[in-house]
């Protein structure tokens, strides 16, 4: 079932392209030759994510056009005091490189899960944790940062009131989805060290037998919350 | 027919994935109350979700019962009226229809129909349930809260909503109604991942996409667009959420309210209409597209003749499904958008006529010369046919900007939306539930009955709506509490108003026919057998009925053909499942 076991074992009977993809849907059992259940499950989950994601941020590019009063400058509000001088969105970028090296780490332990390298699939998968924690830590300190300064959902000092709802909406909800993958992170990072997945332990709810693909699955979405964190500090860091 | 040569057709591809990992129940409790199968899931949504829709109808009485009789009724005051208009539009849309629809007929089906043991991730599909559950429950809370339910209309639009002047508005009624919405689309993206993966990567062997039966193929497409829309109403919900109790403004412009200028300023009413239409619009096919679907199966398998036009079907099943997402706007031609959007959205509005009437040519081309067995689910589906052309015809009208501004707001538009996606929908889900019950319960639903509930709710229903498109047309608004004395309207409306709300009473009273239908038929129905329409898809097909565990015994079933080889001439019998072998090369499935 959980296999990825390719249906035409000679890759000479199976078109390229286009067609393809028409052979696959056209062929019965599965239209995804390649993707077991749980990896199907993940990718069109991410799809409905993604339509969550993109109108909360067609909502704020709404609310930023829309809004009588001046939009206030990002790279003045997320500015950080140092060295006796106001560097812009030094916070954010340190942010970001955060998120994106824990995309690294992550692939990294996909990577051994599939060489069935407990240890190291364990580990990698702890230090992709502790970046993500560290991202949600920073954010945390923004925000302290900006609610001390005055800024608040309903109103704030620089400008249009929308600018603080929208950003606290938005960073908020992509903050739950990293603490939700933390925590996941955690869960699954457990089941390697304890070998699970080299047993076939079975789950205590669904009864089912661990894999390594479990890895993978993790990581498809652990990629998407960092390439979402890609679109929000496009569309409200650097507009 | 196509001659099919022996052994060729036979050739089925070997099983790509292990036989599944089934949850075996260990106790009562986790047999059939945290159960994880589908089919027990299937009968909690449905439940659950009729259950609620009755409170629903009450609630339209209540409200036809001010229309007729205004003032008479002390206890429905203004405030009254509009919290019934707001949960009976709401509950039949959202907590009763699409439940039903892919909670319940979803669940039930699509497993058995593809052949499949049970859904991918029973786990997830029994957390769905119970979050919907959930869902409902807030929902109800609203009735014993604080000011009570939420007053705001279903599309439940900023301003207006979060305001002190509406029911609930400024009281628990809105907090609890978006937290529901909220709690609502959580548990159903669970349920939606389990329907939409077990079609894509669970079928039987054999079982092409292009041989599922139509029932399938309409749920399917309906969850992929639920999945996609529902997130529209997520991020709606939430930021209305946020204006009501963070004070925020995203829906919110500057108002004064009583004399005081609110805190509010800047935000966009119109956004959150985009919002919601880009989930309302596609949500009329997420109720359509299985009703669609069932109706085909019914069609064909009580005809005794085989669908017309099966690829057509099918694709304009996915082409409705995609132009639906391109629609929302007409919702909104007085909303004060941009009046270029109009345009384009009047087009594509018009467009989705062509797929829609494929569609009925094709229902009507299957009847046609058919062997027609007027049984209870055939009496339903041609209720449907002609409900849904007449409530799919006022739909051009109010697709079209120029005829829609003077109609908008008026009756007519009630009268369009509830002929074609609420009487027509349910019309079919009477109909799949005297067509499954057998298979649900092993025993047929009693027929004299059934026929006193069709009569009653196929007439009356019509009696009900079919007068209020000429109330739209003389003026009457919906929405309001009285009409007083308007002097555009005549006397002859009010006359109607009351004829109308009579038959409400009838046929909502006749609902209980029904329901006694399905729990005396349960001890004391006619014994159904494994077939009793003798159909040829897989869910007719399991060793035992009602349906075990794990649905096929030791091994899955195969399949050789499609789901309609109904009277191929030459065959013993006027049906041939779809797990009997191809050899002898009768079949009237056309292959590429």
């Known amino acids: ?239 | 027919m196509v001659e099919i040569p022996a052994g060729s057709a036979d050739a089925v591809p070997a099983a790509e994935v292990e036989d599944m990992e089934l949850y075996h129940p260990k106790s009562w409790w986790t047999k059939y109350v945290f159960s994880q199968d589908a089919k027990i899931i299937a009968v909690q949504y449905a439940i659950t979700a009729i259950s609620i829709g009755l409170v629903a109808l009450v609630l339209s009485w209540l409200m036809r019962l001010q229309l007729a009789f205004p003032g008479y009724f002390a206890f429905i005051d203004a405030d009254h009226y509009y919290q019934f208009i707001t949960m009976h539009g709401m509950i039949m849309v959202v907590y009763l229809l699409t439940a039903l629809f892919l909670g319940g007929f979803g669940n039930y089906l699509i497993p058995l129909m593809v052949g499949a043991r049970d859904m991918v991730f029973p786990y997830a599909n029994m957390l769905s349930y119970w979050i919907y559950l959930l869902a409902v429950l807030i929902l109800v809370a609203g009735f014993f809260a604080p000011g009570g339910p939420t007053g705001a209309g279903w599309t439940l639009y900023p301003p207006q909503s979060v305001l002190s002047g509406t029911p609930g508005g400024q009281d628990w009624g809105i907090l609890l109604m978006l937290s529901s919405l909220i709690v609502f689309v959580i548990g159903f993206t669970m349920g939606g991942l389990n329907y939409v993966v077990t079609v894509l990567q669970g079928r039987a062997r054999g079982m092409t996409l292009m041989r599922m039966p139509l029932t399938v193929w309409g749920i399917f497409t309906a969850t992929v667009m639920a999945l996609l829309a529902f997130p529209a109403l997520f991020v709606a919900c939430v930021m209305m959420l946020f204006d009501r109790l963070l004070g925020t403004s995203f829906f919110m412009p500057a108002i004064v309210e009583m004399g005081t200028q609110l805190q509010h300023g800047g935000g966009s009413p119109i956004l959150f209409q985009h919002l919601f239409w880009f989930f309302g619009h596609p949500e009329v096919y997420i109720v359509a597209l299985p009703a669609f679907g069932i109706v085909s199966d019914l069609i064909s398998t009580h005809a005794r003749k085989n669908i017309f036009g099966y690829r057509m079907m099918v694709w304009a099943i996915v082409i409705i499904a995609a132009l639906s997402f391109v629609v929302w706007a007409h919702h909104m031609y007085v909303s004060g958008m941009n009046p270029a959007f109009g345009f384009f959205f009047a087009t594509t509005t018009l467009i989705i006529a062509v797929p829609t009437a494929i569609k009925v040519y094709n229902w009507v081309l299957t009847l046609w010369r058919g062997d027609i067995h007027l049984t209870l689910p055939m009496l339903f589906a041609l209720a449907f046919i002609v409900t849904f052309v007449n409530g799919g015809l006022t739909g051009l009208f109010l697709g079209n900007v120029v005829v829609d501004v003077p109609l908008s707001d008026t009756m007519f538009v009630v009268a369009h939306f509830h002929m074609v996606m609420g009487v027509a929908p349910i019309l079919v889900i009477f109909g799949a539930i005297y067509h499954w019950y057998p298979k649900v319960t092993g025993r047929l639903l009693n027929t004299a009955l059934g026929h006193i509930h069709y009569w009653i709710t196929f007439l009356g229903a019509y009696a009900i709506f079919f007068p209020m498109h000429y109330l739209g047309l003389l003026g009457v608004p919906r929405r309001y509490y009285e009409i007083g004395e308007t002097s555009f309207v005549p006397p002859s409306a009010h006359t109607l108003n009351i004829f109308i709300t009579i038959m409400a009473l009838i046929v909502g009273a006749a609902q209980v026919v029904f329901l006694f239908n399905l729990i005396w038929s349960l001890f004391r129905g006619k014994e159904a057998g494994g077939n009793p329409w003798r159909a040829t898809t897989l869910e007719w097909q399991t060793p035992q009925t009602p349906p075990a565990h794990g649905n096929w015994g030791k091994d899955l079933p195969v399949v050789y053909r499609w789901a309609y080889d109904y009277s191929v001439p030459g065959a013993p019998e006027d049906f041939i499942p779809q797990t009997q072998p191809a050899t002898g090369g009768l079949t009237r499935e056309v292959m590429r």
Not at chain 1, 74 to 93: K, M, N, R, T
Not at chain 1, 113 to 139: C, D, I, P, S, W
Request: proline share 3%; hydrophobic share 50%.
């Open chain 1, 1 to 239: 079932m959980t296999q990825s076991a390719q249906t035409h074992s000679d890759p000479g009977l199976q078109p390229a392209g286009l067609r393809g993809i028409a052979t696959d849907f056209g062929s019965d059992q599965r239209a995804f030759k390649t993707a077991s259940w749980g990896k199907a499950m993940m990718w069109i989950f991410l799809l409905s994510d993604t339509f969550v994601f993109g109108c909360f941020l067609l909502a704020y590019m709404t609310a930023r056009m829309s809004t009588p009063v001046a939009w206030p400058n990002p790279s003045e509000v997320f500015a950080l005091h140092i060295g006796g001088q106001d560097v812009p969105l030094i916070l954010i970028a340190i942010m970001t490189f955060v998120l994106i090296s824990s995309s690294g780490t992550m692939a990294m332990a996909v990577n051994f899960g599939y060489r069935r390298e407990r240890g190291k699939t364990a580990v990698l998968m702890l230090a992709t944790a502790l970046l993500g924690a560290t991202f949600v830590g920073m954010q945390a300190f923004e925000w302290t940062k900006l609610i001390s300064e005055g800024v608040r959902p309903w109103e704030n000092p620089f400008g249009a009131a929308q600018f603080g709802s929208a950003f606290f909406m938005i960073t908020g909800f992509h903050g739950t989805h990293v603490t939700i993958g933390v925590i996941f992170l955690l869960i699954v990072a457990r089941k390697v060290w304890r070998g699970d997945f080299d047993t076939e332990r079975r789950g205590f709810f669904t009864s089912r037998k661990g894999r390594y693909e479990a890895v993978e699955i993790m990581g498809l979405y652990w990629h998407f919350v960092d390439l979402v964190w890609v679109f929000i500090f496009a569309f409200f860091y650097l507009w």
